[in-house]
């Protein structure tokens, strides 16, 4: 490895808003890399932007123009070329914190010197809510020990809103490759397979409690706005498939009990999720899709299955008949609210 760390920004007709995001990056110095992976943008200028920052920057950035293949094979691209010893995606929409990415970059060099390199790095994202011009921290001191190394014996519980997000995480590069991650293509909603499947293979954690990623949401053609989430629900019904298959939680228990806790109450939520949003299509094909998707969970492995049924984080989505179904977008409806979530 070349770098200390590379920054994966897969980038769509962004030319109205990258330039922020690639000048937070910027700051980390010489011994980063930024690759601005083009997706096949057409309706601006977008892939001379990329050039641009590679000509500017020949040590730093590089530039790959590939066709479109969507976010997930951006990432993917971003793996294969990598030269830094930690990977980590940034949206082109998004940024970060330049006063916490020096801090971060920091510790990352200590662990870099180490014969054994830290596998994951997990910091705090701050979601800038567009609509109101407010900020909300997503933290997780009251789930990891802070500032020391730690494994998933280690671990707190979880709140019912806080998980792992591609915004939180910074994985060491090869062990993205080891796992064989590849991320399928023309499919939003990819970033949960991200931060789901390596867990089990990551034998050392480091928590800083840093603001370090900027989500801005709240952006009308943004894939988290409940309307654009609706007509693309066939691809959330995918992921949460993938995920299912993905490892097998009963093997993940017998060693990392907390982790498995806690990546079946990530799956348990993505088939929250995905059930819901197949409620407000309210189709007859939508709602047989959702009957399908529970019924698959229950082949691979019907004592989850139970389990996710009758949880009430699941059990809002799967309320039988038209006015179960009316109840469940409200309950949703709720949650939103709290949360603020999209």
């Known amino acids: 490895m070349e770098k200390l760390i590379t920054f994966a920004v897969p980038c769509y007709n962004s030319a109205a808003y990258m330039d922020h995001c690639v000048q937070t990056l910027l700051t980390g110095g010489e011994d980063i890399e930024i690759i601005l992976v083009d997706d096949g943008s057409v309706k601006d200028d977008t892939p001379a932007i990329c050039d641009r920052y590679e000509a500017q920057y020949p040590h730093i950035v590089r530039a790959v123009h590939q066709e479109n293949g969507g976010h997930g094979e ?89 998980y792992l997000l591609m915004h939180s995480v910074i994985y060491r590069t090869q062990l993205l490759r080891d796992c064989g991650l590849k991320l399928p293509k023309h499919t939003f909603y990819v970033d949960n397979i991200f931060v789901y499947l390596p867990l089990p293979q990551v034998r050392s954690i480091y928590y800083m409690d840093e603001d370090l990623y900027r989500y801005f949401i709240g952006r009308a053609d943004q894939s988290v706005n409940e309307s654009v989430m609706v007509t693309r629900v066939d691809q959330q019904v995918r992921v949460t498939r993938t995920m299912i298959d993905s490892c097998d939680l009963r093997k993940v228990k017998t060693q990392w ?78 949650a939103q609210k709290i949360y603020k979530f999209n």
């Open 74 to 162: 951006g990432v993917n691209q971003g793996i294969s070329r990598a030269r830094g010893l930690y990977y980590k995606v940034v949206d082109s929409d998004d940024w970060l914190n330049e006063e916490a990415l020096g801090r971060v970059l920091d510790k990352l060099r200590e662990f870099a010197a180490r014969p054994d390199p830290l596998d994951l790095m997990i910091c705090n994202y701050v979601y800038e809510h567009v609509e109101d011009n407010t900020q909300k921290v997503m933290k997780y001191t009251n789930v990891f020990p802070v500032n020391r190394e730690f494994t998933w014996g280690d671990i707190g519980h979880f709140r019912p809103s806080q």
């Open 257 to 334: 009990p907390k982790l498995a806790r806690y990546m079946k109450n990530y799956l348990a939520m993505m088939m929250s999720i995905s059930s819901i949003f197949l409620v407000i299509d309210g189709s007859p094909e939508a709602l047989g899709q959702r009957t399908e998707l529970w019924e698959y969970l229950r082949t691979v492995d019907s004592a989850l299955f139970h389990k996710f049924k009758y949880r009430a984080i699941s059990s809002m989505t799967i309320f039988p008949g038209y006015q179960g179904r009316k109840l469940s977008v409200k309950l949703y409806r709720v």
